[in-house]
């Protein structure tokens, strides 16, 4: 007997492109497609003001029905363009400021 993971066709870290109606299920966001089945979607907060409506979802696959959500909105509107804020930069530019802080107050210091 083949496990049931493998029958399914679809490789557990595929990207997946998904439409269907939002709901709220037992334990999170529920993604039912009108072709059937039913996803559990992981997403951010910002996804349950789309409970009750027909939705697009890109994102990996986790499990036999889970799906890690990258981007949630309105089914029939263009993909919205992703918004993206670079971790590694933002560190940067906080050290950067701070190092110039510390410069400004020593010198403001031994000049007193």
């Not at 400021?97 to 007193?112: D, F, K, S």
Request: charged share 25%; hydrophobic share 40%.
């Amino acid at each position: 007997m083949e496990p049931l993971l493998e029958r399914t066709r679809v490789p557990l870290s595929a990207d997946l492109h998904l439409r269907g109606r939002l709901e709220q299920g037992p334990y999170g966001l529920v993604l039912r497609p009108s072709d059937g089945g039913e996803w559990e979607l992981e997403t951010r907060r910002r996804a349950r003001r789309l409970v009750g409506s027909e939705v697009e979802v890109i994102g990996h696959r986790a499990g036999f029905n889970g799906l890690v959500c990258e981007q949630v909105w309105p089914a029939g509107q263009p993909r919205p363009r992703r918004k993206r804020v670079n971790v590694e930069y933002v560190l940067a530019a906080g050290l950067v400021g701070y190092g110039l802080i510390a410069l400004v107050t020593g010198v403001v210091g031994y000049w007193r």
